[in-house]
């Protein structure tokens, strides 16, 4: 925003609240913002917009990474939203079966996968299912995956979920597109090293702080790309007539270092394949 020439203290005050990973406290916060009367409200993800587009249908809203906005509820189209609302819709549930395919070459003998997952993904997104597909298209029939899925509802849930893993001889997990995973990263790192269980996430943030692989957009310019168009609306653009958009970059990030932790070999096809390499 302020290479868009708004520069905070001179023409525009952010007032910020934080749920500290508690969705419960969304509506009071959403409420908070929107009785401040400001000229937007942005929101990251599907929880905190549709939080916030309960509170308010006239202040603009603009989001940086929104899964399926349409089919939720939050716009009337992609091409044209109708509404308050506009911003940057994710993809990334539907890269979970590319996710699932890059885990089988890395480790083609594996039996048995973790998906973490939270009930609001179970609900809204078949990301699950793209995963249980691909993990069915072994080469060898034996080679078949078992799914091994887990609810989660808050962070209090994942040591509970990784217990589980234990009892159920997972070999390695994925994490599913819910902000959710992006947030608590660390943590679940912390248990999957502890049970030396490799991570293929969703995020290259994840990647970054010790998963084995990641692949997804990137989210530094989902981000820049909202705040663009958060500079369009407060100039005079219309949320309602604002087309939503897609990501149209995405990048496969391998952790070499990660790999040598786990005694995991990353065979060349995969390098070749890596936007980011870290050593």
């Known amino acids: 925003m302020r290479e868009m020439g708004w520069v905070e203290g001179r023409n525009v005050t952010y007032d910020r609240v934080y749920a500290g990973g508690k969705s ?14 400001p000229n937007l409200l942005y929101a990251a993800n599907n929880t905190e917009a549709l939080a916030l ?31 308050n609302a506009t911003g940057i819709a994710n993809i990334g549930w539907e890269l979970g079966g590319r996710r699932m395919q890059l885990l089988k ?19 809204h997104f078949p990301e699950q299912q793209l995963i249980e597909k691909a993990a069915g298209t072994g080469v060898v029939v034996v080679a078949a995956l078992v799914v091994v899925v887990a609810a989660l ?32 990263r660390r943590r679940v790192l912390d248990l999957a090293r502890k049970q030396r269980i490799p ?24 981000i820049r790309a909202a705040a663009q168009m958060a500079d369009k609306i407060l100039r005079g653009a219309k949320p309602a007539d604002t087309p939503i958009e897609r990501p149209t970059k995405f990048e496969l990030v391998v952790n070499l270092k990660a790999a040598r932790a786990l005694g995991v070999t990353v065979p060349q096809s995969v390098l070749v394949q890596a936007d980011r390499v870290i050593e």
């Open 153 to 184: 509802v808050e962070s209090g849930d994942l040591d509970a979920a990784f217990a589980s893993r234990a009892e159920k001889r997972v070999e390695a997990v994925l994490t599913t597109h819910i902000g959710f995973f992006l947030r608590e």
């Open 105 to 123: 070459q890395v480790m083609p003998n594996i039996k048995r996968v973790g998906v973490l997952v939270t009930p609001y993904g179970l609900k």
């Open 199 to 222: 991570v293929v996430a969703h995020r290259s943030e994840i990647a970054d702080d010790g998963a084995l692989m990641s692949y997804s957009s990137i989210l530094l310019e989902q």
């Open 24 to 37: 419960a406290r969304l509506p009071d916060l959403a409420g908070e913002l929107v009785a401040g009367r």
């Open 53 to 83: 587009a309960a509170k308010t249908r006239t202040v603009p809203i603009v989001f940086s990474g929104f899964a399926n906005p349409v089919e939720l509820g939050l716009v009337k189209s992609l091409a044209r939203p109708g509404g």
